[in-house]
């Protein structure tokens, strides 16, 4: 696990594209940024405080986890986390062979540690869907509670 470099560009993009995670996350449906752009995206600085972590399994990216804190000054404390891993089963989790809640309980272990010594953050949100079993136990283990369950709140599948 480490901050993201221009030269993952390729790993991201096969990361983005992986239809498990596409349907599990509030990414669009529509293709990714390519390569390029991500490595350029890579290379500047972000316009918002955003804090990145990928995780690598063998060599190869594996998964994401981003942490943007609130820019309102009611939320000055808080952060929205977004957790990019496929699921097991997803193609890429097939082709690489690496657990993924293994994998999740390491990059958010990562961001939980940035918020609570680093930032000084007090309250994170992470959005899910209500059938993400696999990732449950992690979540639960590290705090997070269900605070609410809102309905008709997100598409799938475009």
Known sequence: MRPPDPADAAGLVRLYRDPG????????????PDGKQIAEQLRALPQAPLHVFVALF???LCGEVRLAPQRSPRMAH???VTL???PPGSPLAEALGFPAP??????????LDLADHWL????????????EEWLF???????????ARDRMAAARDG
């Not at 136990?137 to 605070?147: D, N, Q, S």
């Open 21 to 32: 995670l596409i349907r599990n996350s509030l990414l669009m449906s529509d293709p990714p």
């Open 137 to 147: 136990p992690a979540l639960h283990g590290l705090g997070f509670v269900v605070e």
């Open 58 to 60: 063998r060599g190869e």
């Open 120 to 131: 000084l953050l007090h309250r994170l949100r992470l959005d899910t869907y209500p059938d």
């Open 84 to 86: 990019l891993v496929p």
């Open 78 to 80: 808080s952060a929205q």
């Open 102 to 111: 293994v994998v999740a309980r390491v990059l958010l272990d990562a961001a």
